[in-house]
């Protein structure tokens, strides 16, 4: 049928081959990790300690909610019990310093190295229909590996993570700071932007769960695509 | 002709430029009162110094428009303390309330409540953010803290903090920037009304810029310190002893 699209691709791979990432790349990539963990964690206590979401500036016990996390089968009470946000509030923002700080660095090194321009930048050719069709139709066959295993990143690879460095993190950034009464004190336009504090609440909160579907299937490509090589050419760059 | 300025005379005048540069620049605006230990302590750094360098224009937290209050607005925590001195003057309208204003002011003294009402007052519609994630936004009336302050005869060279406590056993140290703000105010009045006991009656702070917790009720008393390091476990305030950030501006 369209062998003629699968042909101007590179051969499927027999096997995996490793990539070779940079310093800037492995390094960053590690901290985030961690960073992000913590964030993902502690973010989670703060929310149980409050677990409902509203919209607009004002939301308290007793005001409409979006969301009710007893609706789903969790009381206040026990969701309390479950979450510590003392710890959650001082590794939340602890991490959210690292978190912000290694991205910087990660997007100044590559920006600086042109490792964005080289190796992200999707090229003029890979970004036709018939391309991103194939690649689609083959990351649900479970064949991904014909377009990261050889050792340079897919076109859709390319567009979700540039989308995510510089879109969805800042947005993620933006939403958790528009909630602090110290910056939005600084900054109002914060409130404007998002509808409210307590909007901003809950759109931090529905990108946390974007940002893990994010990861889960970001961990089921490796997998595909030859995890214990993936991950050995993250830490080794071989 | 002007004669041309010695070198000595020049060198002189390095240290009173300092001087001048330096006002307002202390440590006490950019670091709290005691730095935790490791990652944790140098991330609090970040986020005061980070806030205190945005807010330098002491800009004004965001004023809301009268159909965003919150009426009745929400209670939490405490709304009645139990303390017997706290009871009787609640059960006399707070008639018999005074504020003492002691320690580093240059004429320490106590108001009445009728005192601090009779101050040039402040009225501000603004959000109450709390540290737990609910916010709710309310009509503030009251005195600004600077005023009441300056009806002491202001503070002297040597104050750094001011030390708030309350009638159920909390305290806060807050540091003069934070105290210089026009919206820093000892509120009296509630959306137009009293300030209701359960929201802290007779008086309570408002810091706008700063989590609820650092917005104490059911206020005792007011002290100037040069220092936190007498007060409770020394870092500054009764919920930083307990581990929470000292600066709760996040």
């Not at chain 1, 969805?168 to 939403?175: G, K």
Request: charge should be positive; hydrophobic fraction near 40%; include cysteine.
């Amino acid at each position: 049928m369209d062998s003629a699209a699968i042909s101007e691709l590179p051969p499927p791979a027999a096997t995996t081959k490793s990539t070779a990432h940079p310093y800037s790349v492995r390094i960053c990539h590690w901290i985030n990790v961690v960073a992000c963990a913590y964030l993902l964690v502690s973010g989670v206590h703060i929310l149980l300690d409050f677990p409902e979401l509203y919209w607009g500036n004002t939301g308290y016990r007793g005001y409409p909610a979006v969301f009710r996390l007893a609706d789903w089968g969790l009381s206040w009470d026990a969701a309390g019990a479950l979450g510590d946000r003392r710890w959650g509030r001082n590794y939340h923002f602890t991490f959210a310093w690292v978190f912000l700080i290694n991205g910087l660095v990660y997007v100044g090194w590559n920006l600086y190295s042109r490792h964005f321009r080289d190796q992200m930048l999707p090229a003029r050719n890979e970004l036709t229909v018939a391309r991103i069709g194939t690649e689609l139709r083959d990351h649900f066959r479970w064949a991904a590996r014909k377009h990261s295993s050889s050792g340079s990143y897919g076109t859709l690879q390319k567009t979700s993570y540039l989308i995510l460095i510089f879109v969805f993190v800042p947005l993620m950034t933006l939403t958790g700071i528009a909630q602090s009464p110290g910056f939005t004190a600084a900054m109002p336009w914060l409130l404007d932007l998002f509808g409210g504090r307590q909007s901003a609440r809950t759109l931090h909160t529905i990108g946390t769960v974007l940002l893990v579907l994010f990861v889960i299937v970001h961990v089921l490509e490796v997998v595909a695509a030859g995890f214990l090589i993936k991950v050995r050419s993250m830490i080794t760059g071989k | 002709m002007s004669k041309p300025i010695s070198r000595r005379k020049w060198l002189a005048s390095v240290p009173a430029l300092g001087g001048v540069l330096l006002t307002g620049c202390t440590r006490e605006r950019f670091v709290p009162p005691r730095v935790r230990g490791g990652l944790i302590g140098a991330a609090d750094v970040l986020t005061m110094s980070t806030n205190r360098l945005l807010l330098s224009g002491q800009q004004l937290a965001r004023e809301f428009p009268r159909s965003e209050i919150a009426d009745p607005f929400p209670t939490w925590n405490q709304t009645n303390p139990r303390n017997e001195e706290y009871q009787r003057h609640a059960s006399e309208e707070f008639r018999n309330y005074r504020l003492p204003i002691t320690g580093l002011v240059q004429r320490p003294r106590e108001l009445s409540l009728d005192e601090i009402k009779s101050l040039p007052a402040r009225t501000q519609i603004t959000a109450h953010v709390c540290e737990q994630g609910w916010s709710a936004i309310g009509e503030w009336t009251g005195a600004p803290l600077h005023s009441v302050l300056e009806a002491a005869g202001g503070v002297t060279p040597a104050a750094r903090y001011v030390v708030i406590d309350t009638f159920d056993r909390w305290y806060e140290g807050y540091d003069l920037f934070e105290v210089a703000h026009p919206q820093t105010i000892l509120a009296y009045g509630l959306n137009g009304g009293d300030l209701p006991r359960g929201n802290g009656a007779p008086l309570r702070l408002r810091v706008e810029r700063q989590c609820g917790y650092k917005n104490l009720k059911f206020l005792r008393s007011i002290q100037v310190v040069d220092s936190m390091a007498g007060f409770g476990k020394g870092t500054g305030g009764t919920n930083s002893d307990f581990g929470f950030h000292w600066y709760a501006g996040v």
